[in-house]
């Protein structure tokens, strides 16, 4: 009896702060949600309560006068590139490091972990000067392959992780019926790293749909705005022009991808990251 009160003191304990902690957070997008319903009166008017009717006006205002379906574009454009690209930079990477055998491969390794400890920020200037001189500056192509090559240290740490636990019997028996280094790899090693690779994939496409520093230092023209900028313009403008349900609606069309994205791959991102953890 007393052990039973014991845990259900504890587990009571342990739930109450995550409970408050849970509403601490999801009050505010609670309220965010509610306000991109409401009329700039009505926000004033009532700023904690519930909309008088459900109106998309802040959507379909945000949409067209803010140009925020363009911002949309250029963020999926950005975020689909990026993805690819640092999938198709990290796999064939975390593959050699981990299997293939040359002088310098632990060194190799060491390196790109080590970048993961270097801040981003201390590359900006000169990666603005380089897309510069490529012509690549202002353009949401160039912008995609900075993403690409800032995701690269973590995708090639938890890929060669994965990579790492396939028994090389498997390798060792496609190469004896004559499958190519590269058909090992793209027919039985990325197969079998799939939950890393979709655990990568989609945490690499939630920080570059997220990210704003680097868009606003390479981004110049409101044309190619990804959703960030887009969403800190009309944050400015609201200050003068009292778009606030407008700014809503727009942090609305933003998160929303988001958490859909991570409600239904909540579970696999879990496993990928622990396996990952685990395998490592």
């Known amino acids: 009896m007393r052990r039973s009160v014991g845990q259900i003191l504890g587990r009571t304990g342990i739930r109450i702060p995550l409970i408050l902690w849970s509403i601490a957070v999801l009050y505010p997008i609670f309220w965010m949600f509610l306000g991109s319903f409401k009329s700039n009166a009505e926000i004033y008017r009532n700023p904690w309560g519930w909309p008088e009717t459900f109106s998309?006006?802040?959507f379909s205002q945000a949409w067209t006068n803010y140009n925020i379906d363009i911002s949309v574009f250029n963020s999926l454009i950005v975020t689909a590139i990026g993805a690819v690209l640092t999938l198709v930079l990290a796999i064939p990477t975390a593959y050699a490091i981990e299997r293939i055998?040359?002088?310098?491969?632990?060194?190799?390794?060491t390196l790109y972990i080590s970048a993961m400890m270097i801040p981003m920020v201390l590359g900006w200037i000169p990666l603005f000067f380089l897309l510069n001189d490529l012509n690549l500056l202002d353009n949401v192509f160039g912008l995609a392959i900075v993403y690409a090559v800032s995701q690269l240290p973590f995708s090639i740490f938890v890929l060669t992780s994965f990579m790492s636990t396939i028994p090389k019997s498997l390798e060792e028996s496609a190469s004896i019926d004559g499958l190519s280094p590269y058909g090992i790899l793209f027919k039985?090693?990325?197969?079998?790293?799939?939950?890393?690779?979709?655990?990568?994939?989609?945490?690499?496409?939630?920080?570059f749909w997220n990210e704003y520093f680097m868009a606003l230092?390479?981004?110049?023209?409101?044309?190619?705005?990804?959703?960030?900028?887009a969403i800190?313009?009309?944050?400015?403008?609201?200050?003068?022009?009292?778009?606030?349900?407008?700014?809503?609606?727009?942090?609305?069309?933003?998160?929303?991808?988001?958490?859909?994205?991570?409600?239904?791959?909540?579970?696999?991102?879990?496993?990928?990251m622990t396996e990952g953890a685990i395998k490592g």
């Open 188 to 207: 039985i090693v990325t197969p079998l790293s799939m939950s890393g690779i979709i655990t990568v994939t989609i945490m690499n496409c939630i920080q």
């Open 232 to 272: 800190d313009y009309i944050s400015s403008e609201a200050q003068y022009t009292n778009a606030w349900g407008t700014l809503f609606a727009s942090l609305v069309i933003a998160i929303v991808p988001v958490i859909i994205l991570y409600a239904i791959f909540q579970r696999r991102i879990a496993k990928g």
């Open 101 to 109: 055998n040359f002088r310098g491969s632990k060194m190799l390794f």
């Open 56 to 58: 998309f006006a802040n």
């Open 217 to 229: 230092i390479f981004l110049q023209t409101k044309t190619n705005y990804t959703l960030a900028l």
